[in-house]
């Protein structure tokens, strides 16, 4: 036998495991697993969640920029500016007032108005700000700066920094869908239930509705539009 040549020692009788004094010997383990036949365990098939985000929405399509929803109504969505009202000299807020006072009184339909609130994050704002302060030549502009930054990222730190966008929501109810949603206003609650605990079904939309819908959004969106201006 050439003692540089490697050995297989795989039909070598192995030696046996000697446990010492007090402690149970070792008992060998389970076998390797082969074409899934032995499990660790019984566990069960994930079930599909019947409540998730597409059900709980209440939209079906946006097609010609209108949104179509599972109801067989129509919405038109108006992004505004707002103004500071607190900057404004007492003549100009009551203005304003009488003005969207005015706007109200106008309307024919009904809107609604949402505000989305979303905390900002400054830190690439102050990033910028302290790269342009690096290569400055003037050191007075710098100084100023690097005081700029310093009262930005302090008040980052102790209150939320908030970007508020506004719209406005105009809806259309074509009139075979008129009495259906005055019943589910009144059954606000129900209709609120009943989006957790079935699937919306699929919305066939007319052509005629459709075009209905696309000429009252439109006289119904300038008529928003106007009343705002005039604020």
């Known amino acids: 036998m050439n003692p540089n040549q490697p050995q297989n020692t795989s039909s ?3 030696a046996p495991t000697v ?4 402690v149970a010997p070792q008992q060998p383990g389970p076998g390797p697993v082969v074409g899934g036949a032995q499990k660790a365990g019984n566990f069960p098939e994930p079930k599909a969640n019947p409540i998730s985000t597409q059900n709980m929405l209440q939209i ?3 097609r010609d920029g209108l949104v179509i929803m599972n109801d067989g109504s129509f919405r038109s969505v108006v992004m505004l500016k707002s103004i500071n009202f607190d900057l404004m000299s007492p003549q100009e807020r009551e203005g304003v007032e009488s003005g969207y006072q005015a706007f109200l009184n106008s309307l024919y339909f009904p809107l609604q108005i949402f505000v989305r609130s979303q905390k900002v ?3 690439p704002y102050i990033e910028r700000l302290d790269k342009i302060r690096a290569e400055h030549d003037n050191m007075l502009l710098a100084l100023l700066m690097e005081d700029y930054i310093d009262y930005i990222s302090q008040l980052a730190a ?4 908030m970007d508020k966008k506004f719209y406005i929501v105009i809806p259309f ?4 869908d008129v009495q ?3 019943t589910q206003s009144k059954n606000f609650f129900t209709g609120l239930t009943g989006i957790f605990s079935k699937k919306q079904s ?3 939309v007319n052509e005629k509705d459709l075009e209905d819908a696309k000429v009252e959004l439109r006289n119904r969106v300038q008529a928003v539009l106007g009343g705002l201006m005039q604020c």
Do not use: C, L, M, S
Request: net charge positive.
């Open 158 to 161: 102790q209150t939320n920094i």
């Open 121 to 123: 994050d400054i830190r």
């Open 202 to 204: 699929h919305v066939t």
């Open 180 to 182: 259906k949603a005055i």
């Open 19 to 22: 446990a010492p004094p007090g």
């Open 173 to 176: 109810f074509p009139k075979a």
């Open 60 to 62: 079906a399509e946006i």
């Open 12 to 14: 070598y009788p192995q």
